[in-house]
């Protein structure tokens, strides 16, 4: 039986790659995508260049600002324009493997286990994979290959930009060693810090401490995660596209936030991204969910059935961000915040129904809005960005869409 062999393709600054490559004049300076100064909101993403100034993807603007150059670029994001060229990338994949898990706009895992027998060994395949995007977009990405999503994930982040890293399943202790244990998923300000006061820096350092251990210093939750990812425990198993059970969107924030339009801004460019997946894998949900991390791994869901199925970026938002709002966590660092939409409906195709003239107001409005949506894609696809698109209006508790 073949060895396990998972692959994660990161697109390399995605966003900022975009614009830099249709606007040659952006190339070779620092570029943010995200909000604009002396806006409230934090950096959706930016180009190599900003990022030898300290900047990061989630980092307030302000901070963004102070630190760049004049000469600097910032963009707002176009979600459609970027998701057509994430979908260009996707289809080209499935040319290389038959199951290929979309993640968000610009990430993908792909089983590819077996193919060496058809393409070659597992560099080459990561080559080929590299290739392709390269040959359909004109852009780089970076690509880890190993035996679960969590080592293939670690191997993709490991040469950015433009990488290729393979890790063999016995390989897997060697690559891990020496990597910061800062690196784990799940260890924030609050539990990193438990761990270095006992003289621990690497995964190496971390495998020392037992189970139990981990647990009393971090929790069950928590020293459970750490214990399996300090030795490559991880799942193998993908969800392709038909079996997708949810799709959802987070951000991590460089450091913990407390200013509600920041977490606001963010929701918002999440919604916008789930929203444009679901529309274009023809999905509606009828479950939005909030999600919420504050200091170490204290980690809060809330969810909310709605009435009518929905694939539309504002009523995500919204459903999401009065989520946020029922609580009293105004005052509470946040270091990550995310959404995500559920419970298919099963028949997405409302464009292609005739309306009822007296049937259900309410679904005739859905129609309404789908139609709405499918023109804002095809126009943002046509015309690129700033042509169209809906915005959020703020208001000081609740908030409302409006068109813009």
């Not at 830099?20 to 300076?29: A, F, N, S, V």
């Not at 993807?57 to 630190?67: D, G, K, L, N, T």
């Not at 270095?196 to 251990?213: C, I, K, W």
């Not at 409005?365 to 709405?372: E, I, K, P, V």
Request: glycine share 8%; hydrophobic share 35%.
């Amino acid at each position: 039986m073949s060895e396990r062999m998972i692959m994660h393709i990161d697109l390399d600054a995605f966003f900022a790659s975009i614009e830099q490559r249709d606007h040659p004049e952006y190339q070779g300076r620092p570029l943010v995508v995200g909000a604009k100064p002396g806006r409230r909101g934090v950096v959706a993403t930016c180009s190599y260049e900003a990022r030898r100034y300290g900047v990061r993807s989630a980092m307030p603007i302000s901070e963004a600002a102070r630190r760049l150059p004049q000469e600097a670029v910032y963009l707002r994001p176009d979600i459609n324009r970027y998701g057509e060229v994430s979908q260009q990338i996707m289809t080209a994949l499935q040319s290389l493997s038959p199951v290929v898990e979309k993640v968000s706009v610009d990430e993908a895992f792909l089983d590819i286990t077996g193919m060496e027998r058809l393409i070659g060994d597992a560099e080459s395949i990561g080559r080929q994979a590299k290739q392709l995007i390269h040959d359909q977009v004109g852009l780089t990405a970076s690509v880890g290959i190993g035996p679960n999503r969590l080592i293939a994930k670690l191997a993709s982040d490991y040469q950015k930009p433009d990488g290729l890293t393979v890790v063999t399943a016995d390989q897997v202790e060697a690559f891990l060693n020496p990597l910061p244990l800062t690196l784990l998923r799940g260890l924030g300000t609050k539990s990193a810090p438990i761990l270095q006061r006992l003289g621990l820096s690497t995964v190496a350092d971390v495998r020392r401490l037992s189970l139990l251990e981990l647990r009393r210093q971090l929790g069950n939750l928590a020293g459970t995660s750490i214990y399996q990812q300090a030795r490559g425990i991880a799942s193998d198993r993908l969800d392709d596209q038909s079996t997708r059970k949810s799709i959802s969107k987070e951000t991590t924030f460089d450091q913990d936030i407390t200013d509600p339009a920041i977490l606001r801004e963010s929701l918002h460019w999440s919604a916008q991204e789930v929203g444009y997946v679901a529309r274009q894998e023809h999905r509606k949900g009828s479950l939005v969910t909030l999600k919420i991390r504050f200091r170490g791994f204290d980690t809060h869901t809330r969810s909310r059935s709605l009435n009518t199925p929905t694939s539309a970026d504002q009523e995500i938002f919204k459903t999401a961000w009065e989520l946020y709002r029922s609580e009293s966590w105004d005052d509470q660092p946040v270091r990550l915040i995310g959404l995500g939409i559920s419970g298919w409906d099963g028949a997405v195709d409302e464009l292609q129904r005739q309306p009822d003239l007296f049937g259900d107001p309410a679904l005739q409005t859905g129609a309404r809005q789908d139609r709405l949506y499918q023109t804002l894609d095809e126009v943002s696809g046509k015309f690129g960005k700033h042509a169209i698109r809906l915005g959020s209006k703020r208001g000081d508790s609740k908030t409302e869409s409006e068109s813009e």
